[in-house]
Structure formats: structure tokens, C-alpha cells
């Protein structure tokens, strides 16, 4: 049972099938306008979670990773809201976000989805749903939710709910 912290929820997935599953549940959640930071190291299941939230929010093309692109744009077809997916991997310093158009992405009503938030750090919204993904072993992963504001709280809550039922 995880700990009961309102903004909080330490959780942890066995398999990246499980990781997929739970960025499904937290996809059909999300509202235009929200932002989510994906950050842990390399390998930790960012893109598969990532993949997994455009599943459930209801882009019809398969999410990859955008890390040679930087920024992919999903249109779901219920009611166009873009879905951003967007790897700052290679950005070397929060001022290059300006080269992905940031400033045009968070202005817009879209989802944005970011890996490798720590890069641009100084230039992120400062409201989001903070995921810390940590390698446990070849096949665990250990994913921290942190929510910053009411919204991301509420998400939190949300998905407890939906995963846990409390
Ligand atoms: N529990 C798990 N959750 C997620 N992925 C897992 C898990 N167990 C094993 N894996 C494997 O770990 C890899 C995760 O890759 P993924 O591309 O999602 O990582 P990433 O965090 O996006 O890395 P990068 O920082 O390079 O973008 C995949 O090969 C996946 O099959
Ligand atoms: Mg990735």
C-alpha cells in the first residue's frame, strides 16, 4: 500500500507492460493545459510511459520516442487537442528551448509531455505532475508522482483512485 500523501504517490511497476498500463491510466485523465515532467535516467521507462499516456488520452498513432525530432505533436480526433511529447535530452541549456518553439507549445491549449525536464529546469511551467523514475533492477522500476499545485494534486488523487480505489 503506498504511503497516503495527498501530493505524493511512490509507486512501483514490475514490467514495462505495467509502466504502459499505468501512462494509459494517467492519459485518460490529463486536461488540455496540463503539463507533466518525465524525469529518471536513461532506460528508466520514460518513453514507454510516455507512449502509454497518448494511448489512453487517444492519439491514434503509435507515440515514439522524439528524441531525434525533440518535439512530437499528436492530434486526437475527438476534439483536435494536441498532445506534446517533447525530449530535452539534447538541449545543452534552458535558453536553446526557444529552438523547439516552448514558449508557442505552453501557450497553446495542448498536453505537454516532457523528458529530461531538468535540462530547461529555469524555463518549465512552474505548476506540473512531477514522475521521478528510478531503475530498480532489469525488469522494476520505482515511478515518485509529485503534484505542485491543486490540479496536480487532484491528478494524484485521481490516479490512486483509479489504480488503487482509495
Ligand atoms: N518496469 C519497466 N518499466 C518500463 N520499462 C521497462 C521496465 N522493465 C524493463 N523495461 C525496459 O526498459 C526500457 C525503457 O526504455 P525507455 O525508452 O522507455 O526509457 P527512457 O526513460 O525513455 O530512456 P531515455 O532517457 O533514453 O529516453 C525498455 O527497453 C523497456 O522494455
Ligand atoms: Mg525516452
Given at each position: 500500500m503506498p504511503i497516503l500523501k495527498p501530493d505524493e504517490l511512490d509507486i512501483i511497476s514490475i514490467s514495462a507492460e505495467q509502466t504502459r498500463r499505468m501512462g494509459i491510466r494517467l492519459g485518460k485523465l490529463l486536461s488540455p493545459g496540463d503539463v507533466v515532467c518525465l524525469s529518471g535516467?536513461?532506460?528508466?521507462g520514460k518513453t514507454v510511459f510516455a507512449a502509454g499516456i497518448g494511448q489512453g488520452w487517444g492519439t491514434t498513432h503509435q507515440v515514439t520516442s522524439p528524441?531525434?525530432?525533440l518535439v512530437h505533436a499528436h492530434r486526437r480526433q475527438a476534439d483536435h487537442v494536441i498532445f506534446y511529447h517533447l525530449d530535452?535530452?539534447?538541449?545543452?541549456?534552458?535558453?536553446?528551448a526557444d529552438s523547439i518553439g516552448l514558449d508557442d507549445i505552453l501557450d497553446g491549449d495542448g498536453v505537454v509531455v516532457f523528458e529530461w525536464p531538468e535540462r530547461i529546469q529555469p524555463v518549465l511551467p512552474k505548476h506540473r505532475l512531477w514522475i521521478t523514475f528510478r531503475v530498480l533492477d532489469e525488469t522494476r522500476r520505482n515511478l515518485i508522482f509529485q503534484g505542485n499545485s491543486p490540479r496536480y494534486v487532484d491528478l494524484i488523487t485521481q490516479f490512486r483512485e483509479s489504480t488503487y480505489g482509495v
Open positions: 535516467d536513461m532506460g528508466a528524441t531525434f525530432n530535452c535530452y539534447r538541449l545543452e541549456r534552458p535558453s536553446d
